[in-house]
């Protein structure tokens, strides 16, 4: 029986995998030190999945780079320890007390530590001499990173200029750079959040307990559920009680809020999911709060 | 391997569908930005904190109504001057489908954006207004999506409200635009009369246009057939990076990785391995940790051959009888992008499929006037955001076919040397 063309289908879900994989690929092909941002998130866990398929059965050509905020959940880094061993990657962190302590950065007591983790990553991918790092950024997330290039170029200084992006045509990637500059590398572009949950419950992979429904102790700040934590000390007013949340990011428990939620398993979370009335970030996470160019300002600066 | 998070391996509905990316040109006038806001807000795709954000927007700036542009025009220097400069990705699904849209620029001066935004496009969606009818930006639009080869093409004849829906004036715009198609290379063209303001067959059909019995632009893009498309006779797999696991578990593994980029492959094929001209056979496809029976385009895959041949990166793989003539002459369409203009003599980095080599400007043929289709033959340079017939010699021979078998295979970007930007982009006419 021959075969008509209908049949050579390639679902949308597999479509953004080949893609992402030959990003991968080609960075490890072309920069002479890559390396994985790993926050130990959902986006980045999903990142590390791809890496290991692929160069499989070779293992992951790079090393993992994690900035230690101090403020990171408990939860996420026993998920992360869990990956790079049984990967066999090696795992850098760089760490906010660190860098504190050998004066990279200045804590004057304003400056949150989500903003220092700029410095701290900039300081890191310079230490190491990592020509391009991989990050878990999507274009759905933000409108600052809709524009955003797959390769996204940085210039000595770690910053981003969305002006000056170079035009990113087919699947042909522009790697060139002077020396000092870097690039980032977002293979998980035209991934959208349904996507990585898809992804997540297709692969059967190990994500943080705390993106599922759980039992925790929270109080109110801003509209936001925060959790309770001596990282985070109460302001005036504000009241602990115990709710069924789980979180739908994950970043600096300082910053990061959950929402109440019964989803306990992937196909809940999917269906929580789809039904969502807010953007993941807008819904959990204080640092895109600040004005509606927040992203494109620490963008900008280097961020993620 | 950790454990599951869940016993059941599961997925939602969007994860089997079919992607669609179509990339729409226009300007705020056309009605480009109100017609992608309800196709989000039509398909649930728009957030509240977003439409929030944009409702504040609109208010403080003392507008009557929301203005969507604002959803979608993500920089602050395009929120300042009300324009969209770059491209902007979006994404959507309905039940049918998961849809890209590269929403790109109208304006003649960012050509290069659209011709960005039109290099991955399946369908090409250009506006009208109803009112204007034709105009030099839409033939523009049309001409660049047919330069990239974009196989479908839909004129969305917009503001049909305006026009007391009148069946009249779309057919005039219609045999106008079908007439200029025919100077084109558009294999599959739809004219849909909407209103994007009034929702007039975007996504339901309209009551006040009983004249017309084509689809609904939805309708249309959720069942344009774009599998067919693709190239599945000529086996075209560029070697991307070659796996050595150089374990004890894994000691003799070699495997290619790559993404199809056209044919289908088969363990046991008879392949070739250029430009080295040396045979095999396959002796396996990988997947990961599977074997797979086939590949096809756009699939990223490992092969493995079963003679030990010298491949590297930058090779390619394909069939005896059908491969790609290693070239260093290539005559290509070349869409200009840098400030300082492109001239006979100049020198490029050249990167095509995997290889990356560099390029001498031999001649430029003629430069094409996108709004005309004139050919100059006098000027003898492009300017930024210029498109001419250029041709180029290689350093190396590059494994390519024309533009118009093969997107992948077809097509190249110029890197400046000393500034590293991309500075123009390629599709190979034919190649000697």
């Known amino acids: ?304 | 391997m950790p454990a599951p998070t869940e016993a059941t391996v599961t997925e939602s509905l969007t994860a089997n569908m079919d992607m669609l990316r179509f990339a729409t040109a226009g300007s705020v006038d056309d009605g480009k930005s109100t017609l992608i806001g309800r196709l989000l807000l039509d398909s649930k795709s728009i957030f509240e904190d977003q439409l929030e954000a944009v409702e504040a927007t609109s208010a403080s700036k003392g507008y009557d109504y929301t203005d969507l542009a604002l959803l979608t025009d993500g920089l602050r220097s395009e929120r300042e001057q009300g324009i969209t400069i770059d491209v902007a990705y979006r994404y959507f699904a309905t039940p049918a489908r998961k849809f890209i849209i590269a929403d790109t620029p109208g304006h003649v001066q960012y050509t290069r954006n659209m011709v960005t935004g039109a290099s991955t496009a399946d369908l090409g969606l250009v506006l009208v207004d109803a009112r204007q009818g034709l105009t030099e930006q839409s033939r523009r639009h049309a001409v660049i999506l047919s330069l990239l080869r974009v196989p479908h093409l839909v004129l969305a004849v917009n503001k049909m409200d305006l026009v007391d829906y009148s069946q009249e004036i779309y057919d005039k715009i219609q045999a106008e635009f079908t007439t200029f198609a025919t100077k084109l290379n558009i294999p599959d063209l739809e004219v849909i009369p909407i209103s994007a303001l009034a929702g007039d067959n975007v996504v339901n059909r309209s009551e006040n246009m009983d004249w017309y019995s084509g689809p609904t632009l939805m309708h249309h893009l959720e069942n344009v057939h774009v599998a067919s498309d693709r190239d599945l006779v000529d086996v075209r797999f560029p070697v991307q990076y070659v796996v050595r696991p150089k374990s004890d578990e894994h000691h003799d593994y070699r495997g290619y990785g790559g993404m199809v980029a056209g044919g289908v492959l088969k363990p046991g094929d008879e392949v070739v391995v250029l430009p080295s001209g040396m045979t095999s056979k396959i002796a396996g496809i990988d997947l990961f940790d599977k074997e797979i029976t086939e590949a096809f385009p756009p699939m990223s895959v490992t092969v493995r051959l079963e003679d030990d041949v010298d491949v590297s990166r930058g090779d390619m793989i394909a069939r005896p009888a059908n491969a790609p003539k290693p070239s260093q002459d290539i005559d290509a369409m070349i869409c200009w992008m840098a400030d300082a203009p492109l001239k006979p003599r100049q020198k490029l980095a050249i990167k095509h499929t995997t290889r990356v080599a560099r390029a001498l400007v031999k001649d430029i043929q003629y430069r094409l006037d996108v709004n005309t289709l004139h050919r100059d033959q006098e000027t003898k340079e492009l300017g930024r955001n210029e498109i001419g017939r250029v041709q180029l010699r290689t350093t190396v021979p590059l494994l390519c076919d024309p533009y118009s078998k093969n997107r992948t295979t077809g097509s190249f970007i110029l890197i400046d040397e000393a500034t590293g930007i991309t500075v123009g982009a390629g599709m190979i006419n034919n190649a000697s």
Request: glycine share 8%.
């Open chain 1, 1 to 304: 029986m021959t075969q008509t063309h209908a049949d050579y289908r390639l679902s949308q879900l597999d479509q953004l995998e080949a893609e992402s994989i030959h990003i991968f690929r080609e960075v490890a092909a072309e920069f002479e030190k890559p390396v994985l941002m790993f926050s130990g998130g959902k986006d980045s866990i999903v990142m590390l999945r791809l890496a290991e398929k692929a160069f499989y059965p070779a293992k992951i050509p790079f090393p993992v780079l994690q900035i230690d905020t101090g403020l990171d959940f408990p939860e996420v880094l026993v998920t992360r320890d869990n990956w790079v061993n049984r990967l066999g990657v090696k795992l850098v962190v760089a760490s906010i007390d660190d860098a504190i302590a050998n004066g990279v950065v200045v804590d004057d007591g304003k400056t949150s530590r989500n903003r220092m983790q700029t410095a701290v990553l900039l300081n890191a991918i310079e230490e190491n001499g990592f020509t391009a790092a991989f990050g878990g950024g999507r274009r759905d997330e933000e409108k600052a990173r809709a524009k955003e290039r797959v390769y996204s170029h940085r210039d000595e200084f770690g910053q981003w200029d969305p002006k000056m992006q170079r035009p990113e045509l087919w699947s042909l990637y522009n790697g060139r750079l002077h020396a000092g500059e870097h690039m980032r590398i977002f293979p998980i572009s035209n991934w959208t959040e349904l996507d990585v949950w898809d992804y997540i419950g297709r692969e059967g992979i190990e994500i943080p307990p705390i993106y599922f429904s759980h039992q925790r102790r929270v109080f109110e700040r801003d509209g936001m559920l925060m959790s309770e934590t001596p990282l985070n000390p109460l302001r005036q007013g504000e009241v602990v009680e115990e709710r069924t949340v789980r979180f739908r990011t994950c970043g600096d428990i300082s910053l990061t809020g959950c929402v109440e939620s019964t989803a306990s398993t992937i196909p809940e979370i999917i269906a929580e999911v789809s039904i969502a009335k807010l953007t993941e970030r807008g819904a959990t996470r204080g640092d895109d709060r600040f004005s509606e160019a927040a992203m494109e300002d620490r963008k900008k600066e280097g961020y993620f």
